[in-house]
């Protein structure tokens, strides 16, 4: 252990005996977390018998992430009920076995990849928005959980994969989230198997999603001619240091934590950026502006993407305000310190991007959505570590590329095409679950008239020639069950 000076660690109060801080921090998350920036860099909190740290510092954060990963593991009830549904994959796996899948699945998601990912993503977009009528309200979530899935699928089970495929990965994916959620906040693992109708959900899903894997696996291992530039081609032909490839159970793993986490986070993200557009009517304006001047009434392609600048921020802001991975916990295998903080063995240890994200010292005015603050100069002398989506280290979402790719051009066909607009007295309210998800987000569809060239003025109007109200800011972030 580090031989440092200690410093003494704020104890929150308000625990409740047998159960210490965990009805709190699974009622009202958000708020819980935000109030423990004030208390210190790191706050003590208990969760029933276990006792937990929370890391407020985002240098302390990078610390664990980045140069302690060996006193900070992944592990936990987070990960064993995750481990449960998604087997050991990349998102779950820690230490040596963790490094060995990383090595073997980086070549498919480096970015000189994804350029063969963008015409199944840009169809798939295509096909969903192809699917509204103007007028119609849309479960906005639920539709791009559904093109998020169809992507993967598509990618690696080509024209086999079918609607019905896609629609059973969204209730086993929507299903195992919720369950998650609580689970990893509620400190009696003993109420995480009794036999409610909940938990049989949560059995059926895990089973559904394995099952699906597991034939994905195995007819792409039939293929006579397989691209072996296929991802799971890629996937079958890796090696370790040993020469061993992945086993059957290790491609299966990877296949349902693509599925899940890989389809989630990124319809989470992009549900959230269609919101707020749909509430801040000069960004949506600028966003559509930007998207026509580049496609100029085709669809989008590999070599549009850099130019899309301003969706880019759009996107990176949306992130900041909407991370999907919201809270993330670590064990401390060993007694160890954090900036100066004793912390003993067995401890459980959370981090908050969003948390990072709403701090007023990085960003001012933290709750505004506003794209531009992500320009060169607003952005110079923020420190890296307080901007933390897919995470730090050896463990960084492997998917970053593939989600943002994805993202920006599913975002750049809605837009081109539709405007989504908020339907009077709506309320969208934030669940904090596995993610941080909307709820209640219905919006109505409008389609646009042919694109054409035009400047968007500095003074928008108050109602578009689509006919979409004005909408207010929206509502900050609030727990929701």
Not at 29 to 47: E, N
Request: aromatic share 8%; with cysteine; net charge positive.
């Amino acid at each position: 252990m580090p031989q440092t000076q200690q410093t003494k660690t704020r104890t929150v109060p308000g625990s409740i005996p047998y159960l210490g801080h965990a009805v709190g921090f699974a009622a009202w998350p958000l708020k819980f977390l935000s109030q423990q920036r004030a208390l210190g860099d790191i706050t003590a909190i208990s969760l029933g018998p276990n006792q937990a740290r929370i890391v407020n510092d985002p240098a302390l954060v990078r610390e664990l992430l980045v140069s302690r990963t060996k006193d900070f593991i992944k592990a936990g009830p987070l990960y064993d009920i995750s481990s449960a549904f998604v087997g050991n994959g990349l998102a779950i796996s820690e230490g040596t076995f963790h490094r060995r899948q990383r090595r073997l699945m980086q070549p498919a998601f480096q970015r000189s990849r994804m350029p063969a990912y963008h015409s199944g993503m840009q169809q798939a977009a295509a096909a969903m928005a192809g699917r509204w009528r103007s007028g119609q309200p849309v479960d906005i979530h639920k539709n791009l959980f559904q093109l998020a899935v169809q992507v993967i699928g598509t990618m690696l089970y080509g024209d086999r994969f079918t609607d019905e495929m896609t629609d059973r990965i969204v209730w086993a994916v929507s299903t195992a989230s919720k369950g998650i959620g609580w689970r990893s906040v509620i400190p009696l693992s003993w109420t995480h198997t009794l036999p409610t109708p909940e938990y049989r959900r949560f059995s059926d899903a895990q089973q559904a999603l394995h099952r699906l894997g597991d034939l994905v696996v195995a007819e792409h291992r039939k293929l006579q001619d397989a691209d072996p530039d296929h991802f799971l081609s890629m996937l079958l032909a890796a090696r370790d240091e040993h020469g061993e490839p992945l086993s059957d159970i290790e491609l299966r793993d990877e296949v349902v934590t693509l599925f899940s986490a890989g389809s989630a986070t990124v319809a989470t993200t992009l549900a959230w950026a269609l919101h707020l557009l749909s509430t801040h009517q000069d960004v949506e304006e600028r966003l559509h502006a930007e998207v026509v001047e580049v496609l100029d009434g085709r669809p989008v392609t590999a070599a549009d993407l850099p130019r899309l600048e301003y969706l880019g921020r759009v996107i990176t802001e949306v992130l900041r305000l909407y991370p999907p991975a919201w809270l993330l916990p670590r064990i401390t295998p060993e007694d160890t310190e954090l900036g100066g903080h004793r912390i003993p063995r067995g401890t459980h240890v959370f981090f908050s991007p969003y948390s990072i994200h709403h701090d007023p010292r990085f960003y001012p005015d933290p709750e505004r959505f506003d794209p531009d603050r992500w320009l060169p100069e607003p952005s110079t002398g923020r420190p890296r570590e307080v901007y933390l989506p897919f995470g730090a280290g050896i463990h960084q979402c492997i998917g970053n590329n593939f989600a943002l790719t994805e993202a920006t051009i599913a975002l750049a066909t809605i837009a081109a095409g539709w405007r989504l607009c908020r339907p009077p007295r709506a309320k969208v309210g934030t669940r904090s679950a596995a993610l941080l998800e909307p709820v209640g987000l219905t919006l109505i569809a409008r389609r646009r008239p042919a694109p054409v060239r035009r400047q968007v003025s500095s003074q928008a109007p108050a109602t578009g020639q689509d006919g979409c109200p004005h909408a207010g800011a929206g509502a900050r972030p609030t727990d929701a069950s």
